[in-house]
């Protein structure tokens, strides 16, 4: 430890007080990570099953959605791999693999969501082309094959905070996080703009569809400002400070683990499973 950092104690006293420090942000992640596997898994497992079973708009329109959930128990079972590696080293390489998972999965799939939703407002003509459940299925492959990769290299990786992986995950957080949030501008714009043959009796009937619509996409945008912008931050000031410091990345942890609770709760709500009155 540096004990140049602390002006008015001792050397000692400046080690056992950072251990402690770092000691008490360990038991911290090790709650957020219990709360995330302990919550997310039966809620995002639930999501899932209502999917398959036809209890939505039907596997085709939430394709995207589907695998998002899938991607999501795969970061929950990396909370439960977390808890476990306390107590048996031996699993250590798979819960690497699964890191690549967590990092890549939720942006990967959420920036497909975007683009989605971007095209059937902004492009529909586009979006009724490519709207069968191949062109779906043919993305979401593309994707997957990107995440085993993003999991290899996690697992081999000899140092996984090096420089090269804070500079990659920072950059790639940021450059998913400017897409979605090119497409979710655009959309929230045409949102708020009438139509050029619209009446006013079909505005009026179409209001509650747009502000709800509405809504949800700006819930989606603070939602990723949350989930992608602790970690980018945490992870520049690795870079620069050269350290990895576990206190830096634990607010971006309790955002990410936080936030991947949204989007389940906002598709229980839509499906009529969850009554909230707060929720749009």
Not at 175 to 203: D, T, Y
Not at 232 to 243: D, E, H, L, P, R
Request: proline fraction near 4%; hydrophobic fraction near 50%; include cysteine.
């Amino acid at each position: 430890m540096n004990n140049s950092t602390v002006n008015f104690t001792t050397p000692e006293t400046s080690t056992n007080s950072a251990t402690q420090s770092i000691g008490l942000v360990e038991i911290l992640e090790f709650c957020v990570y219990s709360i995330g596997f302990l919550v997310g898994l039966p809620t995002h497992s639930y999501v899932i099953w209502l999917i398959i079973t036809g209890a939505g708009s039907g596997v085709a329109s939430e394709f995207l959605i589907l695998n998002l959930s899938v991607s999501e128990t795969g970061f929950c079972v990396n909370c439960l791999m977390f808890v476990l590696s306390v107590w048996f080293s031996f699993i250590l390489q798979f819960k690497l693999f699964l890191v690549g998972l967590i990092t890549t999965g939720r942006p990967v799939f959420q920036c497909l969501i975007c683009v989605e939703r971007y095209l059937a407002v902004v492009h529909p003509v586009t979006f009724l082309k490519f709207k069968p459940l191949r062109y779906r299925v043919i993305c979401c492959t593309a994707a997957w094959i990107i995440i085993l990769g993003s999991c290899l290299r996690c697992m081999y990786t000899i140092d996984p905070h090096n420089t090269v992986q804070m500079w990659f995950l920072s950059v790639q957080f940021l450059l998913f996080f400017f897409i979605q949030l090119f497409c979710l501008v655009v959309v929230l714009r045409a949102l708020k703009q009438s139509g050029p043959g619209e009446r006013w009796r079909e505005r009026e009937k179409e209001n509650h569809m747009k502000r709800r619509a509405f809504y949800l996409i700006l819930i989606t945008t603070v939602t990723m400002v949350i989930t992608y912008v602790p970690y980018s931050i945490a992870g520049f000031f690795t870079v620069v400070g050269k350290n990895l410091i576990p206190a830096y990345w634990f607010p971006g942890l309790v955002c990410y683990v936080l936030s991947g609770f949204v989007q389940p709760v906002l598709y229980l709500h839509r499906t009529g499973k969850l009554s909230c009155p707060c929720l749009l």
